[in-house]
């Protein structure tokens, strides 16, 4: 039993020996202080724990700042721990715990303890949120009174080991594509230990492009064309980079995923560009290659697009003025000399019907000398009728045809056989034999005959033979 002793003094005409001196008695010892407080610091709070006291119904935790003499209540709790927050971080703060009673009697205060609330943070890599390794750099930031640190990869940290503190750490994070996290945990120099932080990291250790394409899909292009470049990736990642290269262009066209320069859906992982081409640029079948690097950093091999781009311009045609001399097997040509900058060569063309195209059949002749512009075309039909078009070829064997013009060459009388004696007379027979003829427009012979001198046109005619090598 423990006596209290308390003095009352009464107002009025009193005198020491009037103070009467009344005992107060409280049964039992005051409880213990609670033994085992620890702090765990983190950002602006500090998380104070200890160990139950028999008898006590509630705990009373006394702080004070450090440079204070005077302690505050700083609050009550039925548990055996307290979070203290709306702290200043870097600020040492000093702890006491003491336990009550079910009268709300208090028992003894434990020692003070000192506990710094502080900031703690890690970085995994250039802190992206990616790596294309699973070996990671970890930085570190913490208080300078940081002593110790755990780094784990698994939240559960009683079966790590302490460590000495470095703000720079190597971590494997391990193997396979995914999501990895590193958790970590600090010790001050006042014993105080963090709350365990973590932070996540996607390994990612590869890129591909899925495809490449041009649109529209033309078999040439004007000079100086808009062309939509598209690259998809594989897994249609974000964040990337991705660009094209085109064959014979000196600059790589960068493609982007962010809504601009005619990318159609921002954020959608579809690397996208509508480029407009320098007018000096031309080609044919130049080769589209795109190349993408991930958030991670992985590049993946070059892909080339299915098919081949052209940007061409077509030549200026000339004019073709029409034939300049005939003969009976032969038409010359004449044109107006090309004035092309990029000239390569003349192409001529003709067809017995109007019409006439570049097919190989209607092709007569190839000249590379941009001043000639005349061209006998021979070994032609007496009398027949030509259609010509002259077709200018430039560097990229682009073509422009000419107007058209129609010739005939020169129809002469057919020339004369010779026709031999008879031969194996009969009765009622005989074979008559004559010469070939080998006019260019020889269609037919046909053999007239009379029982009286002077054969004509008018005389009894026998079947023609329209073969010139039946000479009988």
Partial sequence: MILL??????????????????????????????????????????????SPVDGASSYNVYRRASSVSASVLAGNTSSTSYLDDGLVNGREYMYAVAALDSRGLEGRRTEEIAAVPSVYSIRIGDGSGVANSGTVDITITAPSTTILMKISDIYEMSAVQWEIFSSTREWDIGSGEGVKTVYAQFQDQNGSCSGVISEDVVLDTYAEISSVSVSPDLAKYPLGATVRLSITPVGLERNGTAWVEIEDMSEAIELFDNGLGGDQLAGNGVYERSYSFPLSFRGTELGVAG?????????SPSKEAQRKISFTDAPEPVRLIGAIDSTTSSITIKWVESTETNFLAYRIYRSRTPGVTESPENFVRGLDNRSQTSYPDGSLIEGATYYYRIFVVNDLYDTAGSNEVAARTYDAYPSAVTLDPPSAVG???????WSVNDDTDFEEYRIYRSTTPGVTTSSERLPYISDREITW
């Fill in 5 to 50: 002793t308390a003095f009352v003094a009464f107002s009025g005409f009193g005198c020491l020996e009037d103070i009467e001196e009344v005992p107060l008695d409280r049964d039992g010892d005051p409880l213990e202080a609670p033994a085992g407080v620890s702090a765990g610091v983190g950002e602006g709070s500090i998380l104070l724990s200890w």
């Fill in 427 to 433: 009765s009622d027979r005989l074979t008559l034999t």
């Fill in 291 to 299: 190349t993408f690097v991930d958030r991670a950093g992985n590049r």
